[in-house]
C-alpha cells in the first residue's frame, strides 16, 4: 500500500478549517507541525481531484474572511518509508522546562516529566500551541484539587491524559471519536508504561461519572454543542480546561459555559490560540490557585 503525503504551509487562522476540510475529504491523518500540516490519503483516492478540491477551498477561506494563502505540495509515499519520513518531522519539545515530548525511539531525560508520543496519523504531538498550554494548565490547577479522576475528551494520541496520569490523578479516562485516537492511545499510554488510563471510543457521553478535571482541546463549535455533558460530569469542586479556541470566538464559548453554571476564572493566549479555566459558579466566592 501507498499514501498521499500532502504538505500545506497555511496561515495560523486557517489552520483548523484546513484540518476539518482535509478530514471531510477523506484524509486519514493529520500531523500538525509548528509550521505546516501535513495529511496523508490512501492512494485510491485521485490526485487531480484531491488538488481540485484544495485550490476550490481558497475561495472559501476567503468568504469566511480567513487567510486564503496556503501552499501545498503532493508526494506519493510507498508504505515502507512513512515511518522514516514521519520520524524526521518529529523531534523532541521541551514545554517551559516541566514537559519533554519525546517519540519512542529519543532517551527520556530525569529532570522533566517525560510524555512519550509516537504519533502517526492522529493530532496531539505536542507542536501545537494548544497541546503545550493545557499541559501547562493541567499542572497550574491540579496541585490545589482533588486527583481522583481525570477526562480528557477528544484525546488524540492521548498526550493530555498520559499527563493528567503522571501528575498524580488515580484514573483517567480518554474519549474520541476517531477510530485512529483510539488505536494511537493505547499504545501510548503503554510506551509510558501506565496502568490508570482507559480509552473509549465515543464522545463525551460515553464517559460514565463525574470528574475531578475535565479537559478538552477541541474546535469551539464542537465544544460549545457538549457544554450541558461537560457541566453534567464535573465535581461541584472541579476544574474544566477548554482550548483549541481561536481568538475571538472565545466570548462566546464563555457566554454558553456561564449560562451552563460555570464561571471562567483563567484565560491564556498563546499565538492565536485561547485556552480558558472554569469552575462551578456555586464555587466562586473560593480563591482559585494557580501553582
Not at 83 to 95: F, L, Y
Not at 121 to 139: A, D, E, P, R, W
Request: one cysteine or more; glycine letters at 8%.
Amino acid at each position: 500500500m501507498t499514501y498521499y503525503e500532502i504538505t500545506i504551509t497555511v496561515p495560523n487562522e486557517s489552520r483548523d478549517a484546513l484540518v476539518n476540510r482535509l478530514t471531510g475529504m477523506g484524509c486519514l491523518g493529520v500531523t500538525d507541525l509548528e509550521e505546516r500540516i501535513i495529511a496523508y490519503f490512501d492512494d485510491k483516492v485521485e490526485v487531480v481531484k484531491l488538488t481540485e478540491e484544495l485550490l476550490a477551498f481558497r475561495e472559501v477561506l476567503k468568504e469566511s474572511g480567513l487567510d486564503p494563502d496556503f501552499t501545498f505540495e503532493c508526494v506519493n509515499l510507498p508504505d515502507k518509508d512513512w515511518n522514516e519520513v514521519w520520524k524526521k518531522n518529529i523531534k523532541p519539545i521541551d514545554v517551559a522546562g516541566t514537559f519533554l515530548i519525546l517519540p519512542s525511539w529519543e532517551t527520556e531525560q530525569p529532570d522533566r516529566i517525560n510524555l512519550v508520543i509516537d504519533a502517526g496519523m492522529v493530532f496531539g504531538t505536542g507542536h501545537h500551541h494548544t497541546t503545550q498550554s493545557c499541559l501547562l494548565l493541567i499542572k497550574r490547577y491540579m496541585d490545589h484539587r482533588a486527583k481522583d479522576r481525570f477526562l480528557d475528551v477528544g484525546t488524540g494520541t492521548g498526550i493530555l491524559a498520559i499527563c493528567a496520569s503522571k501528575l498524580g490523578f488515580r484514573e483517567v479516562v480518554g474519549v474520541d471519536i476517531d477510530p485512529l485516537a483510539v488505536d494511537a492511545a493505547p499504545r501510548n499510554i503503554s510506551l509510558n508504561r501506565l496502568d490508570n488510563v482507559t480509552i473509549r471510543e465515543g464522545g463525551i457521553t460515553v464517559a460514565e461519572g463525574t470528574f475531578d478535571f475535565i479537559a478538552a482541546n477541541l474546535l469551539s463549535e464542537i465544544i460549545i454543542s457538549i457544554v450541558p455533558e461537560i457541566g453534567a460530569r464535573l465535581k461541584d469542586t472541579g476544574i474544566v480546561l477548554l482550548s483549541g479556541i481561536m481568538l475571538g470566538q472565545e466570548d462566546e464559548v464563555i457566554i454558553r459555559m456561564e449560562a451552563g453554571g460555570l464561571k471562567c476564572f483563567d484565560k491564556v493566549i498563546a499565538d492565536i490560540w485561547v485556552s480558558l479555566v472554569f469552575r462551578p459558579a456555586a464555587n466562586t466566592g473560593e480563591q482559585a490557585k494557580a501553582g
